[in-house]
């Protein structure tokens, strides 16, 4: 039995419980061993996770429901969205808050949210015990202000199938909480001054524009091979999901056909993954609660974009088989204006694209192997004149995969030692000394999938999302910072039984540890049979 067999068989879950404050230093009081049962029972913790709550700013403050809604199919919630009165209409933070509730048996689902055709979230769900359980998340939407200083058609939805098997049926509010700005202009955010969403493939920008950033919410879902698509493997190996190019994949943006930004797709792992909810039932997996957009710089094609023309931009992934779906990938687009120019000309000046290395090797044999190294770079640059003088923008972007799939016949083992890496430099020369921000940004995942005696189902999970950002003027670092979000993760159930037979034990943990010019947090959670052992803070 596969990851994916046993993934479509149990399904899993996914959102978490709203962080303690990183003010909170000492620890939460840890359950003794005597009260761990022995197996996970009818119920557990609520979903949490070790991420960072979004930091709130004093002052004052309005709050508006943007949806609420119970969700036991595929229709969307429509509804309407009006600014908040009393705090203005322009903030220094706008947190966007989802709470939600669901009891029975259900499957992970994926979600999304659109204020005025803007995706603004993307999440995914719980799977719930039967006696049911709460969560919630938070994240910061003050780059969408452009969208929400005015009335605007709200849709949501979170597919869901109710029926006398699947009953959970999934129970959301969502609010959007603005905190207004300083009275000091300077500390405001900068904000983008228009978000924009495509037209039938096309964008339009304000003739006047000097910075432009497209942001894609790229998931892999569905159910199908894509969900899993690290997974996959070359046409002529033996195993239950194919892709002619075996499990590269690349998230591509075009402008006019010109490719534009290259980026992995984050391996999400939704909370039914590696055929084994009960690593996942209280700590999910990185980045499940909130599903964070791929960002492309396109400043460099901002000259092309100005000329009051639409021009198509088209988002692909690079290694999907042909007529395969599974892939949703919406974009928007983050515009700021030059204020004092009514129009803003410029010039692509470098585009250089390198070749897309792709290679998978299958190795037969009593345990199945495919080695998989993959890359791609991509340079481009280009310049805008505007108010303050000619701004140029270089963007260097390198990409590596690396990945190790071994299975025995029937898939029993099933194992993959994964490593993607992204390498961004952006350098903006104008106005001073030039600004060079360097990213770095490491995913990987580690696990194994056994099927022992009994038909006892064991998973044993190690997945990491790592970021390093520097950046410098002339030569001296101004601001940077460090991200590790570790999860890990020991979990057996017997399969074949009904449910109150599965015996299901578990050990589930996470550290995620920032720090930098910003400051520092730390926390750590630990789980056991459903119940959670450890919540420790640092720092």
């Known amino acids: 039995m596969s990851m994916l067999a046993g993934a479509t068989l149990l399904a899993g879950s996914l959102l978490g419980a ?18 761990v049962p022995a197996e996970f029972g009818t119920d557990w913790h609520d979903p949490i996770t070790a991420a960072p709550p979004v ?3 004093s002052g004052r403050s309005c709050q508006v429901t943007v949806a609420e809604a119970q969700f036991r199919d595929f229709t969307p ?43 603004i979230f993307r999440t995914s769900t719980p799977e719930p015990s039967p006696d049911g359980i709460q969560w919630s998340v938070e994240k910061d939407v003050t780059r969408y202000s452009d969208t929400l200083r005015r009335a605007q058609d709200v849709e949501m939805l979170i597919g869901n199938v109710v029926d006398d098997t699947y009953t959970g049926i999934i129970d ?26 495509l037209q039938n493939g096309t964008l339009t920008t304000p003739r006047n524009s000097e910075r432009i950033v497209a942001e894609v919410y790229a998931t892999g879902s569905g159910g199908g091979c894509e969900e899993y698509w690290y997974l996959s493997v070359p046409d002529q190996a033996p195993y239950s999901c194919k892709a002619s190019g075996g499990p590269y994949r690349e998230v591509q943006i075009e402008v006019d056909g010109q490719l534009a930004g290259i980026a992995p797709p984050f391996p999400h792992v939704w909370t039914g993954g590696w055929s084994n909810p009960f690593l996942w039932y209280v700590v999910p997996g990185p980045r499940a609660f909130d599903v964070k957009p791929i960002e492309y710089d396109l400043t460099p094609f901002a000259g092309l974009l100005n000329d009051g023309r639409p021009h198509r931009v088209e988002v692909s992934v690079a290694g999907v088989p042909e007529g395969q779906s599974g892939w949703s990938a919406p974009v928007n687009v983050l515009v700021w204006r030059d204020a004092k120019s009514a129009r803003v000309t410029g010039k692509l000046t470098a585009h250089q694209a390198g070749d897309l290395a ?49 299975w025995a016949d029937g ?85 074949n039984v009904p449910r109150d037979q599965r015996r299901a034990v578990g050990t589930t943990r996470e550290r995620y540890r920032s720090y930098g010019s910003g400051g520092c947090y730390d926390r750590a959670l630990t789980s056991v049979q459903g119940v959670l052992t450890e919540d420790r803070r640092g720092c």
């Open 77 to 119: 919630y429509k509804g309407a969205y009006a600014p908040p009165e009393g705090c203005g209409d322009r903030w220094s933070k706008v947190v966007l808050r989802m709470d939600g509730k669901v009891k029975g048996r259900q499957y992970d689902r994926l979600g999304y949210l659109h204020v005025g055709g803007v995706e």
């Open 411 to 495: 898939e029993n083992l099933d194992a993959l030692d994964a490593t993607w890496t992204d390498d961004q430099t952006t350098t903006v020369d104008g106005r001073g000394p030039a600004r060079t921000t360097r990213a770095q940004r490491t995913y990987t995942m580690d696990g194994t999938t056994t099927i022992g005696a009994g038909d006892r189902l064991r998973t044993v999970l190690t997945l990491g999302d790592r970021a390093t950002a520097v950046t410098t003027r002339e030569g001296r670092r101004t601001t940077w910072s460090r991200i590790d979000d570790t999860y890990t993760g020991d979990a057996a159930w017997t399969m």
């Open 18 to 35: 709203t962080p303690a404050q990183p003010s909170e230093a000492t620890p939460a009081p840890s359950a003794q061993p005597s009260d």
């Open 172 to 197: 959301v509010k969502v609010t959007l909480t603005f905190y207004a700005a300083p009275a000091i202009k300077a500390q405001a955010p900068a904000t983008p001054d228009r978000v924009l969403t």
């Open 358 to 406: 792709n290679s998978s090797t299958y190795t037969p044999g009593s345990e199945h192997r495919v080695d998989t190294e993959g890359g791609h770079r991509l340079t481009v640059a280009g310049y805008v004149d505007t108010s303050h003088g000619r701004v140029t923008t270089t963007v260097r972007r390198a990409l590596t995969n690396t990945s190790v799939h071994r």
């Open 55 to 57: 930091g709130r700013p």
